[in-house]
């Protein structure tokens, strides 16, 4: 089974920061990695798919880079609406998820 | 626009069975996607359960396989979880999702006497 470490699993910051939480994977994914987003009593929401590629709709704010084992998400300048919970999540061979990052306020 | 919307019981006896089932409107199972469970424990993180494909082919989590099934029901447009066995620890609420970008509301399902 592939094993996805994310880190940190909590961030603390502002509104305007620049954001950047890490992946990684146990093994090879090539680009196989989404983010998403999740608030409180709602289901995740697909933010980036492929390791980079932005969901329509999601703002540009949002981008997401690596291939391999190494995986970032990075919120170029945090947003209110930004404070939540992300995940990231392989689907080279069947799926797993990251712990989580709780993005909360400074 | 396809949707998902999970049904089934909240409320399941300890070492009773789960079944859950996932009703898709907007698309068909029988298109060719990974069609796919995930639950999420209270104040805790994301867990696969597994997936099937239009072809009946499933793949589950190694540690619920023995107590997993995943079916599909192309003629009423659904796919369905079974879990049994199941413990407190089962307790969560369920997802059901169409590839990674098209996810159920989610299901909550307490596992108590």
């Known amino acids: 089974d592939i094993q996805m470490t994310q880190s940190p699993s909590t961030l603390s910051a502002s509104v305007g920061d620049r954001v950047t939480i890490t992946c990684r994977a146990s093994q090879t994914i090539s680009t196989w990695l989404a983010w998403y987003q999740q608030k409180p009593g709602k289901a995740p929401n697909l933010l980036i798919y492929?390791?980079?590629s932005l969901k329509t709709g999601v703002p540009s704010r949002f981008s997401g880079s690596g291939s391999g084992t190494e995986f970032t998400l990075t919120i170029s300048s945090l947003q209110p609406d930004d404070f939540a919970t992300y995940y990231c999540?392989?689907?080279?061979?069947?799926?797993?998820f990251g712990q989580g990052t709780k993005v909360e306020v400074k | 626009q396809v949707q998902l919307q999970e049904s089934g019981p909240g409320l399941v006896k300890p070492s009773g069975t789960l079944s859950l089932t996932c009703a898709v409107s907007?698309?068909?199972?029988?298109?060719?996607?990974?069609w796919s469970w995930v639950r999420q424990p209270p104040g805790k993180g994301l867990e696969w359960i597994g997936e099937i494909y239009v072809s009946g082919s499933t793949n589950y989590n190694s540690s619920l396989e023995s107590r997993v099934t995943i079916s599909i029901d192309k003629s009423k447009n659904q796919f369905s979880l079974r879990l049994t066995s199941v413990t407190a620890a089962d307790t969560a609420v369920y997802y059901c999702?169409?590839?990674?970008?098209?996810w159920g509301k989610g299901t909550t399902v307490i596992v108590s006497s």
């Open positions: 492929r390791s980079s």
């Open positions: 999540q392989q689907y080279k061979s069947c799926w797993t």
């Open positions: 907007g698309g068909s199972t029988s298109s060719n996607y990974w």
């Open positions: 999702a169409r590839g990674p970008d098209v």
